[in-house]
C-alpha cells in the first residue's frame, strides 16, 4: 500500500485479556519497527525487524509482550494478560534497510485496557 | 553510545515570530539526522533529513535544520510561527556505521505551542 496501515485504530480491552495489533508495511520495505507512546510522552523502542534476521528484542517492557512478522511483511505485536499500564498508542513503523531515509509511521492503535 | 537530547520540553512562541527547537545529539561516527512532527491524536510525520552536504537543510511547511557537527547540534527552526505549528516535534539520529543495527534513536520530544 501507499503508507503503513495499522489496525484496529483504536481498542479497548479488559484488564487481563490478550490482544493482537496488526501492522502492514510499505510494500518493499524491509525493516519494520514497534514503538510505544504513552500519553504526551516521547517513542519507547519496543522491537525490531530486519529482513531475515533475528528481531531485536531488546525494548520489549516485559515476556507478555511478543511479536512476530510474517513473510517479511505484516507484523503482529501480541499482548498478554494485559494491565493497566500498558494503555498506550502502539506506533509502527518501516523503512527501507538502510534507514537513511527514516521511518514512515502509522496512525497508530491507541490501546485502553480498563 | 548514541543519544539524543531535546533540552526543552516545551517552547512558546507568538505567531509570526521565529521559532527554535533544540536537538543535541551524540555518535561515534557521522550522524544520520532527523525531525519528525506529530500533531494532536495523529502518527509521526517525516519534516526533514540530514544525511550529507550542505548543513541547512530545508524541509516540510518552511521548516530548515542547521546541522552544525563542532557543537553537535541539529536545531530546527522556521523563520515564522503558524498557530498550526503547534504540535510535538522529535528530533532522531542514527549513527552511519551502525552496521546491522539500524535503528534510530529518539529524542523525549518538544511540544511547541505558538500561541494567537
Known amino acids: 500500500g501507499a503508507g503503513v496501515s495499522q489496525s484496529p485504530s483504536n481498542k479497548v480491552t479488559e484488564k487481563g485479556k490478550d490482544v493482537e495489533l496488526r501492522c502492514d508495511p510499505i510494500?518493499?520495505?524491509?525493516?519494520l519497527y514497534w514503538y510505544r507512546q504513552s500519553l504526551g510522552q516521547g517513542l519507547e523502542f519496543l522491537i525490531y525487524f530486519q529482513g531475515n534476521s533475528a528481531p531485536d528484542k531488546s525494548g520489549l517492557p516485559s515476556d507478555r509482550f511478543s511479536a512476530e512478522r510474517t513473510g517479511g511483511s505484516v507484523s503482529t505485536l501480541t499482548i498478554q494478560r494485559t494491565q493497566q499500564e500498558d494503555s498506550a498508542v502502539y506506533l509502527c513503523?518501516?523503512?527501507?534497510?538502510?534507514?537513511?531515509?527514516?521511518?514512515?509511521f502509522g496512525s497508530g492503535t491507541r490501546l485502553t485496557v480498563v | 553510545a548514541q543519544s539524543v537530547a531535546q533540552p526543552e520540553d516545551q517552547v512558546n512562541v507568538a505567531e509570526g515570530n521565529p521559532l527554535t527547537v533544540k536537538c543535541t545529539y551524540s555518535?561515534?561516527?557521522?550522524?544520520?539526522l532527523f525531525w519528525y512532527v506529530q500533531y494532536p491524536n495523529r502518527g509521526l510525520q517525516f519534516l526533514l533529513k540530514?544525511?550529507?552536504?550542505d548543513n541547512l537543510v530545508k524541509g516540510s511547511y518552511g521548516f530548515e535544520a542547521e546541522f552544525n557537527k563542532s557543537q553537535t547540534s541539529f536545531h530546527l527552526k522556521k523563520p515564522s510561527a503558524l498557530v498550526s505549528d503547534s504540535a510535538l516535534y522529535f528530533c532522531?539520529?542514527?549513527?552511519?556505521?551502525?552496521?546491522?543495527?539500524?535503528?534510530?534513536?529518539w529524542g523525549l520530544g518538544t511540544s511547541l505551542a505558538v500561541n494567537p
Open positions: 555518535v561515534s561516527g557521522n550522524p544520520y
Open positions: 540530514y544525511i550529507t552536504g
Open positions: 532522531a539520529v542514527r549513527d552511519i556505521d551502525a552496521g546491522n543495527n539500524r535503528k534510530l534513536i
Open positions: 510494500s518493499g520495505h524491509t525493516a
Open positions: 513503523a518501516s523503512s527501507n534497510g538502510q534507514g537513511r531515509w527514516g521511518y514512515t
